[in-house]
């Protein structure tokens, strides 16, 4: 018998990866949650039929979501992530002895309880005491904060789900309102190859652009995701992400990585022509 | 094969006669009848030419098959709006009961048509009729069409918001003593802002002198079915009452119910209807009230119970905001607030500085947010039996970022104050007189023969038949610089206005 887990990349494009068991399969109040055993990719977690990470390939999102901004600002000590409920982000940033606080806000608790099932690897430092998880809409939460945190990490699915609100203006605009005068917001921003995906990057990123003085896309490589090539917004209202990227000082911390590199800092940056117009259009 | 498919469709029709004797408010019977009427394949050599939407695939191809297939004409099995006796009679047999009312009306003209129906129903050419002057413009038009006269009770205004409230027991009666003659009172139940007269105080009157009580129930129709709703027009003991299902209850834009209590002959208001409606009643807009009426009759209770959830939440997180106020049942003062509809989520905005209209266009440009209405001093947002948590929290997210990014200082910001009308001549008398254009400045003192209002909410500033003065004309200068999107006069630019020759 042949079972394979196929995803609509795009209306006429199918990525498909073969299963070995269904573990879980649950419709929580907010969307269907899914984790398969592929022999490819490990663990798959898929929210409403579209894969949110595998456990061979969400090393590279996790870490570049996370290493970018940390290595450009110098004295980052209280940290929001939204979504992230599978804990790789949080995985990441406890690695960090200068940060004190790291609080997490996730909309649907059986993420995180199935994670911390399913994917172990990734959930381990979700109980570490510098974490404190938060069940709730984001977009509330984020209205009771002024000037509260140094970084946040907008980790979610895609801008077609439950979280819509969450790519738009009015939540770029409590996020800047919940930054200190220095803090970097760092988000997932979709794929710019398959127009569907392109249109939606290109509507969040106008409106970061009008929201943050400084507003940089950065790129990656990861092969589940449509198209296998995904962007990041580094958004800031005071460091340039690589003016003020400072090398040294992140080589000093010791920290081993399997992705991210002080040298792939800048060249993530370096996007390519087409992109670059498309940026263009709407800054 | 065809015989045996209309000796069905007959058969068909005979259980849902007898069925219809005890009324059953999980039937839909022109929903059924349409799917019946689907499986038969008929062939169709009538109208509409499209043919079930084989002669017009663009259209097809943009609303559905499913949906076009049933945009067909009326016919035995499918009743006929104009003189139901089948399916289309029991579906308003249906409606009456869940509303309570002894008949109802299935309207295709949208709540305007139901309103006028009503208003043309009870008063002819001369007749005067009481009513609060924050009416939509379809109660004037209705007297536009025939030659009745309004007495207006000014409402009273609540001098922050700058809002039109209810009538007051006491005016209603000052107005009903002062025109005995008059054979009708007209309330808004609610007003566009949830605002609630003392109905049945109201019907007591006009009853006891002799006189009709219309609501107008285009915000209303929630209050059959909730619990905690203020009351409805039926329960209340009114006589007409015009239902805009397709607000608060679901069903499709322009569909609407006229429902009417015991002392009403139902075929003279049939009659009148006709006068006016099409005779091609859409089945779309049909259909889509039965199922909705089934709806609400079998769900509305925890659907509205929801909505009133909502409602309340998003009051609070924005009062918590500051600088607004998101205002509710706390309003309620026993007369001209008799009583509040929670599920109207209005908000006023002048302490930020902003007009409503300005708050209303910045969400919608800047969010993507577009909200029911915004006028000078407040914004409405609409909810409903389909809204959802995350969309709400959009919106309270996106004023508390309109306030961070825009607020200013209110000084300077006009206060919407309630224009008293000084009615010369009936609406009828000034819509049909010989008259010329003049630009609105020079217009002070003349007897205006048309509408200016903005749109929304739809409440004339001008009525055919009133008196021009320096205060209105100040208002609707001022309306148009903040943006609000003015309507009624023959100028679309609103540079010149019709008056009296």
């Known amino acids: 018998m042949e079972l394979w887990f196929s995803e609509f990349h795009a209306p006429d494009v199918k990525h498909s990866i073969r299963v070995n068991r269904h573990l879980y399969s649950k419709k929580s109040s907010y969307q269907q949650i899914d984790v398969f055993d592929t022999p490819e990719f490990g663990r798959v977690l898929a929210l409403d039929g579209n894969v949110l990470l595998t456990e061979r390939d969400e090393f590279i999102y996790d870490e570049m979501i996370t290493h970018v901004p940390m290595s450009v600002h110098p004295d980052i000590r209280d940290v929001l992530v939204i979504g992230a409920g599978d804990g790789g982000v949080v995985r990441e940033l406890v690695r960090y002895k200068t940060i004190e606080k790291i609080d997490l806000v996730e909309m649907d608790p059986d993420v995180i309880d199935v994670c911390r099932v399913y994917l172990p690897e990734n959930a381990r430092e979700m109980d570490n005491e510098r974490v404190h998880i938060y069940y709730d809409n984001a977009l509330r939460f984020l209205r009771r904060c002024h000037a509260n945190y140094d970084l946040i990490i907008v980790d979610t699915t895609d801008p077609f789900g439950p979280l819509e609100g969450y790519f738009t203006r009015e939540f770029y605009g409590v996020c800047y309102n919940a930054l200190r005068d220095d803090g970097i917001m760092v988000n997932q921003q979709g794929s710019p190859f398959y127009k569907h995906d392109a249109d939606a990057m290109r509507r969040s990123h106008h409106r970061i652009v009008s929201t943050f003085p400084i507003s940089r896309v950065y790129q990656a490589h990861i092969p589940t995701y449509a198209a296998g090539y995904w962007l990041f917004g580094f958004a800031s209202k005071k460091y340039h992400p690589i003016d003020d990227f400072r090398a040294d000082r992140w080589e000093a911390l010791g920290l081993t990585t399997n992705y991210y590199t002080t040298r792939l800092h800048i060249g993530s940056f370096y996007l390519p022509a087409f992109l670059e117009r498309m940026l263009k259009e709407v800054e | ?501």
């Open chain 2, 1 to 501: 094969m065809r015989k045996l498919c209309l000796c069905s469709l007959r058969f068909f029709r005979e259980v849902q006669k007898v069925e219809s004797k005890i009324l059953n408010q999980s039937r839909a019977p022109i929903y059924e009848a349409l799917q019946m009427f689907r499986e038969m394949r008929v062939v169709p050599f009538d109208v509409p030419g499209h043919k079930r939407g084989r002669g017009n695939p663009e259209l097809t191809a943009f609303l559905g098959e499913q949906c076009v297939s049933i945009d067909v004409n009326s016919m035995k099995p499918l009743d006929n709006l104009c003189h139901p006796v089948s399916v289309i009679r029991e579906a308003e047999e249906l409606a009456a009961e869940a509303f309570g009312a002894a008949h109802a009306f299935l309207m295709v003209g949208g709540t305007t048509s139901a309103v006028q129906s009503m208003i043309l129903s009870v008063c002819k050419r001369g007749d005067k009729i009481i009513l609060p002057r924050n009416v939509h413009r379809s109660v004037i038009n209705a007297l536009v069409l025939c030659g009745a006269i309004p007495v207006y009770v000014n409402p009273e205004v609540d001098v922050k918001l700058g809002i039109s409230l209810g009538m007051k027991r006491e005016q209603v009666a000052k107005a009903i003593a002062a025109h005995p003659d008059a054979v009708a009172v007209l309330v808004n139940n609610p007003t566009y802002y949830g605002i609630c007269s003392d109905l049945k105080a109201i019907v007591g009157m006009a009853h006891r002198a002799g006189m009709y009580c219309l609501a107008d129930e285009a915000h209303g129709t929630h209050f059959y079915f909730g619990e905690n709703m203020p009351v409805s027009a039926m329960a209340a003991g009114a006589d007409m009452a015009a239902v805009s299902m397709h607000k608060s209850g679901g069903s499709l834009t322009q569909s609407s119910l006229l429902l009417t209590g015991p002392d009403i002959n139902s075929g003279y208001v049939r009659q009148i209807i006709n006068l006016t409606q099409t005779t091609s009643g859409s089945y779309l807009l049909m259909s889509s009230l039965d199922i909705s009426r089934r709806n609400l009759a079998l769900k509305g209770r925890q659907v509205f119970k929801r909505v009133v959830e909502m409602a309340n939440y998003a009051r609070e997180e924005i009062n918590a905001v500051g600088g607004y106020y998101a205002f509710g049942r706390e309003l309620i003062n026993g007369d001209s607030i008799f009583d509040f509809d929670s599920t109207k989520l209005s908000v006023h905005t002048r302490d930020i500085g902003l007009a409503g209209i300005e708050v209303y266009d910045l969400l919608r440009d800047e969010y993507d947010i577009q909200i029911e209405f915004g006028d000078i001093g407040n914004i409405l947002a609409y909810l409903s039996i389909g809204d959802r948590m995350q969309e709400l929290e959009r919106l309270v997210s996106a004023l508390a970022e309109i306030r961070r990014r825009y607020q200013k200082d209110s000084y300077g910001l006009l206060s919407q104050e309630y224009l008293a009308p000084e009615v010369v001549i009936s609406p009828q008398q000034a819509f049909y007189a010989n008259k010329k254009s003049v630009p609105l400045k020079d217009s002070i003192g003349c007897v205006c023969s048309e509408f200016i209002m903005c749109y929304p909410p739809g409440i004339p500033i001008l009525a055919p038949g009133e008196r021009v003065t320096g205060e209105i004309i100040q208002y609707i200068e001022y309306a148009k610089a903040k943006g609000c999107s003015m309507t009624g006069p023959e100028d679309p630019e609103i540079e010149n206005i019709n008056v009296l020759a």
